[in-house]
């Protein structure tokens, strides 16, 4: 079956340094994206990585290991409008998308 | 009205009813999809229309049944719903279905509750 794994929940301080982790088993392999959801609002693009390694984008960024099933999203700089969930989703061979349950992540002042 | 707009936001209803949940999208979409959010659980995808032609049906009850009369414009008419569909209903599009960079975009979702 198809599978996506993150943290249920994480806890950081402001102007702090977090990473997210998620690990993956899909039928083929079509980019890797994150997702953040504030509190009942939509869900908004943050990141694709398709190739391995690091892309960067301001306070964001997120790695890709294809060999390992890997990705992180790191996040800088952490201000209290990040506490949302992030969610991990992989595009199958289907070009389906494929769920992470996503990783809620409080941000302590 | 900008990006990708869903109606209503709360939706209350009984197992006899029939409702339907309307998503419009303003940004030139060929591909629009329906998604099932519940606590804790990944989205669930429940139907993808990709230049109005419905692609997947990921093995949904028939008391949902979609409704894509043109590339803007999706619906997701319910009925005889139980309990346990009680969730948050997303709607998204795409530049098309299919590719690998085709970025997803959201609608705020309808909360609903079937009592």
């Known amino acids: 079956g198809q599978n996506i794994d993150q943290p249920t929940e994480m806890t950081a301080t402001e102007g702090a340094i977090v990473q997210i982790n998620c690990t993956y088993q899909?039928?083929?392999?079509?980019?890797l994206f994150w997702y953040q959801q504030h509190a009942g609002e939509a869900p908004t693009f943050l990141s694709y990585?398709?190739l391995d390694g690091l892309e960067e984008k301001g306070r964001f960024s997120s790695f890709l290991s294809r060999s390992k099933g890997y990705s992180y999203l790191l996040l800088k700089e952490l201000q209290m409008k990040d506490s949302a969930s992030y969610l991990c989703?992989?595009?199958?061979?289907?070009?389906?998308?494929?769920w992470g349950a996503g990783t809620k992540l409080i941000i302590k002042p | 009205e900008t990006g990708v707009t869903q109606t209503p936001r709360h939706l209350v209803m009984g197992m006899t009813n029939k409702k339907s949940l309307k998503c419009e999208q303003h940004?030139?979409?060929?591909?629009m999809y329906w998604y099932k959010q519940s606590a804790k659980k990944p989205l669930e995808l429940m139907f993808v229309?990709?230049?109005?032609?419905?692609?997947e049906n990921n093995s949904v009850p028939s008391r949902f049944s979609p409704e894509c009369p043109n590339s803007s414009h999706l619906f997701l008419h319910l009925h005889t719903l139980q309990p346990e569909d009680s969730a948050l209903y997303l709607c998204?599009?795409?530049?098309?279905?299919?590719?690998?960079?085709?970025?997803?975009?959201f609608g705020p979702g309808t909360r609903l509750t079937v009592l």
């Open positions: 990585n398709v």
């Open positions: 229309y990709n230049f109005k032609e419905q692609t």
């Open positions: 989703a992989v595009k199958d061979s289907n070009y389906q998308l494929i």
């Open positions: 940004l030139g979409h060929n591909a």
């Open positions: 899909t039928s083929g392999f079509n980019g």
């Open positions: 998204a599009s795409s530049q098309d279905a299919s590719g690998g960079y085709n970025e997803q975009f």
